[in-house]
C-alpha cells in the first residue's frame, strides 16, 4: 500500500461559491489530503476558506461564462458535459463531494473513485417539484426542465456505476443512494463546528439559521409564528427573502446573513431551533444542540438521526401549520438539560468525521 505523500489526489467538488455545509467538509478533506489538487465547475474567488483556496483549483468551461456565479443554478443542463470534461488520467485516487454532478466525473477503470454524497441530485429526484414549476420559476424555465430532466436522470444513474465506493452523510441518503443508483454504502456523517460556544443563557426568541429557498420551509414557520406571535429571530438570505420579509409580522426579525461568531451568540442565547423542513443531514439543528439549545424539527430525514426526540428536541410528524404549532406549545411545557443536548452533539465532531474518513480510506493510502 502507498503512502498518502507518494499518491495523485483529486477531489471534485461541485461549486465553490460560498463556505456551507459542503464547504466544510471539503475543507476537513483538504485537511486531511493537503497536496491535493481540487476540480470544479466554477469558482468565485475569495468565497470559501482559505484551507481551501490555496490548493490548486482547477475549474470548467462554465467558469467563462459571464456572471456564472450568480446564474449558474440555470446552467444545470449542461454540468454533466462540463463535469465530464475533466481529465483525471493523471490521478491515482478521485474523491467527489458531491450533491449535484461532481460525482460523474469521468476516471479510468483502474482509478479507484470514492464518492462522499450529500444526496443524489435532488433537482431531479425528489424535490423536483420544490424548485421547478411554473408559479415559481417562470413558464420557461419549468418547460425547459420538463424536457431535460429524463436525459438528467439517466446521466445521474448511468455516471453513478463509475463510483467505486458510496459514502453518505446519514442513513436517510443511503437509503436514496440505494433507492436511485442500487448501491450500498456507508454513513459517514458530516463534520459540525461544535466547539467554543458562548455558555447558553435565555433570550426568549427562537432561532432559525436558513438559506431561504422553498424546500427549508421559513414560510410554514412565519405563518405559524404570524399566529402565535412569539418572537422568531431567521438569520439568512437567499432568493425567496423578499416575499418572506413581506409575510411576516413584526414579532418576526430577519437579521440577514452573520459571522460565524455572531451566528454562536443567536443560537446560545435562544428559547429553541426551529427545523421545519426534511434536510439530507441537518448541520444547523446540530449547532444548536453544540450550543445546548433543544431543536423542533420535522422527524423526518436528518434530523430524525441527530435530534433525540424528548431528550434533545421534539418532533412533530406531518409538515403542517397545525403540526408545528402544536409541537411549539408542547414544546413550551417541556423541560430540557442543556448538557445531555450537548453531549449529543459531540457525536457529530469535526474530529470524529476526520477519523472515520481515515478509518475509511486507510484501505487505499497508508496515512
Known amino acids: 500500500m502507498r503512502k498518502l505523500r507518494d499518491i495523485k489526489i483529486a477531489i471534485v467538488h461541485d461549486w465553490l461559491t460560498g463556505m456551507r455545509g459542503g464547504e466544510k467538509v471539503l475543507e476537513a478533506f483538504c485537511e486531511l489530503f493537503p497536496d491535493a489538487d481540487i476540480y470544479t ?18 475549474t470548467s468551461f462554465l467558469q467563462y461564462i459571464p456572471k456564472i456565479e450568480k446564474n449558474y ?20 485516487l478521485v474523491i467527489s463531494s458531491s450533491h449535484c454532478v461532481a460525482k460523474g466525473v469521468k ?10 454524497c450529500y444526496t443524489p441530485m435532488r433537482y431531479i429526484w425528489d424535490q423536483y417539484d420544490e424548485y421547478f414549476n411554473a408559479k415559481k420559476s417562470g413558464f420557461i424555465v419549468n418547460l425547459l426542465m420538463f424536457m431535460v430532466r429524463p436525459f438528467l436522470q439517466d446521466w445521474d444513474v448511468e455516471s453513478s456505476r463509475n463510483v467505486k465506493e458510496f459514502i453518505g452523510i446519514s442513513e436517510h441518503i443511503i437509503n436514496k443512494i440505494k433507492k436511485y443508483y442500487n448501491r450500498d454504502a456507508k454513513v459517514i456523517y458530516p463534520p459540525v463546528d461544535v466547539e467554543n460556544y458562548p455558555n447558553a443563557w435565555d433570550g426568549n426568541y427562537y432561532l432559525m439559521v436558513t438559506a431561504m429557498v422553498p424546500y427549508k420551509r421559513t414560510d410554514l414557520a412565519i405563518e405559524v ?23 411576516a409580522n413584526p414579532n418576526i426579525e430577519f ?17 429553541a431551533f426551529i427545523f421545519p423542513q426534511e ?23 436528518g434530523a430524525a438521526e441527530t435530534v433525540i ?7 412533530f410528524s406531518e409538515p403542517t401549520h397545525e403540526g408545528l404549532k402544536d409541537c411549539i406549545l408542547k414544546f413550551e411545557k ?20 476526520k477519523k472515520e474518513i481515515v478509518s475509511f480510506f486507510s484501505r487505499y493510502i497508508e496515512f
Open 41 to 58: 465547475l466554477l469558482w468565485d474567488k475569495d468565497s470559501v476558506s482559505d484551507t481551501i483556496e490555496k490548493h490548486r483549483i482547477n
Open 279 to 301: 434536510e439530507d443531514f441537518g448541520i444547523t439543528a446540530v449547532e444548536a444542540q453544540a450550543a445546548g439549545k433543544p431543536v423542533i424539527a420535522f422527524g423526518k430525514g
Open 107 to 116: 476516471t479510468k477503470k483502474e482509478i479507484p473513485h470514492i464518492c462522499y
Open 334 to 353: 417541556m423541560n430540557f438539560d442543556k448538557n445531555k443536548i450537548r453531549e449529543n452533539a459531540l457525536k457529530f465532531s469535526r474530529e470524529h468525521f
Open 225 to 247: 409564528f404570524n399566529e402565535l406571535k412569539y418572537p422568531l429571530k431567521i438569520i439568512g438570505k437567499g432568493p425567496d427573502e423578499s416575499k418572506l420579509r413581506k409575510m
Open 255 to 271: 437579521l440577514g446573513w452573520l459571522s460565524d461568531e455572531e451566528i454562536k451568540r443567536y443560537y446560545s442565547g435562544c428559547k
Open 309 to 315: 426526540n424528548g431528550l434533545t428536541g421534539v418532533y
Open 73 to 92: 443554478r440555470y446552467y444545470l443542463p449542461l454540468m454533466p458535459f462540463a463535469i465530464s470534461s475533466f481529465n483525471l488520467d493523471r490521478y491515482d
